[in-house]
C-alpha cells in the first residue's frame, strides 16, 4: 500500500508480470516516489482500478494515468460523477457484478455501500489464492459476507472507535455521515465481519483507512483480534504516510 487514510490511499496488487494499482489519491510526482519506495517505477503498472469517486481514492488518478499512459477500469456511475474521468484516455467499464480479467489477475468487482454514485470492491485471484479488499463501506451485506468467505489475505477498513467519534472535534453532521449506513466501517463492524465468514485460509490481515482523529492501531486491533482468536502483532494497520510494505501469498 502506498498510503492508506483521509488524505490519500492507493493500493498495488502484482501476480505474475501483472500490476494494477487500486485507486491513488496522490499527486503523480508523489505517486512515483512512493512506488519507488517498493521498487517500482510508474511504467510497472499495467492499470488503475477506481473504486469509488471521492478524492482521497481518484485525486491523483486522471493525472498519473495520463502521464504513463496507463488504463482506467471503473463503473458507469463512478465515472459519470467524477469529473476527471473524462480526461482519462484509456477507460474500461467495470459490472460491479461481472469477473474480468487484467494480465495474470483475475478480478472479483463487488458493490458496497457508500455515499457514492457506483462504488465498488475487489477480490484478486490467480486461480487458487484470493485477496479481499474492502473499504468506504456504511454497513456489511450479506453479499460483501460471502464474497469475502474463504480469503488467503484481507485489506479490512477500520475506519473509526465509535465512542472516540462520538466524543471526538467532528462536526455532527460529519460524524453522522461517517457512523451512517453509507459511511465507514467502524472497529465494531469490520470485527463483527471476520467473526461471520471462513477465515480459516487467512494468512495475512491488514487493517486500512484507519481515521487519525477517531482512531488508533491500538483501539483497531484490540476490535479485531478477538474474532480471530490471535495474537495482535499478527494484524497489521496500514498507515497514512508510510502505506504497508509487500506481503506475499504462499
Known sequence: MLGSGS????????????RVLIDNGFAAMETARRLGRLGLSPEDIDGILVTHEHSDHCGGVAPFARRHDIPVWLTIGTSASWNEAAACERIGFINPH???????????????????????????SDGNRRLGVLSDAG????????????????????????HTLANGPYPA??????????????????????????????????LVHLSETNNTPAQARAAVVGAL??????????????????????
Request: glycine content about 6%; proline content about 5%; hydrophobic content about 40%.
Open 7 to 18: 488524505r490519500g490511499n492507493a493500493t498495488v496488487v502484482e501476480c505474475g508480470r501483472t
Open 98 to 124: 461481472e469477473r474480468f480479467a487484467i494480465g495474470d489477475l483475475e478480478i472479483e468487482p463487488y458493490p458496497v455501500p457508500h455515499d457514492a454514485r457506483e462504488p465498488c470492491q475487489f477480490v484478486f
Open 139 to 162: 454497513h456489511v451485506t450479506a453479499h460483501m459476507r460471502a464474497t469475502l468467505s474463504g480469503c488467503d489475505a484481507l485489506l479490512l477498513e477500520c475506519n473509526h472507535d465509535p
Open 173 to 206: 453532521s460529519l460524524k453522522r455521515r461517517v457512523a451512517g449506513m453509507q459511511g465507514h466501517l467502524s472497529n465494531a463492524q469490520s470485527a463483527a465481519l471476520l467473526a461471520a465468514i471462513d477465515c480459516t485460509r487467512l494468512q495475512h490481515l491488514a
Open 229 to 250: 482468536d490471535c495474537e495482535p502483532d499478527w494484524i497489521v494497520c496500514a498507515d497514512q504516510d508510510q502505506g504497508l510494505d509487500w506481503r506475499t501469498l504462499s
